[in-house]
């Protein structure tokens, strides 16, 4: 994989790591519940970036 496309993908997973446990936060629920939250979208933007990188050399 290009490097490009590693730095594209490691920026969006750290950006929906921080969007959803932010968005956790300001509901008002626990900071545990919030990262694990926020690991969770970041471990599903990875899985779909590497999985729509992997069909489109």
Do not use: K, N, Q, Y
């Amino acid at each position: 994989m290009p490097a490009e496309r590693v730095v594209l993908v490691a920026l969006a997973v750290v950006a929906a790591i921080t969007i959803a446990a932010a968005l956790m936060l300001a509901d008002g629920s626990t900071w545990p519940a919030a990262l694990l939250t926020g690991l969770a979208a970041g471990g599903a933007t990875m899985w779909g970036l590497l999985g729509w990188f992997g069909r489109h050399p």
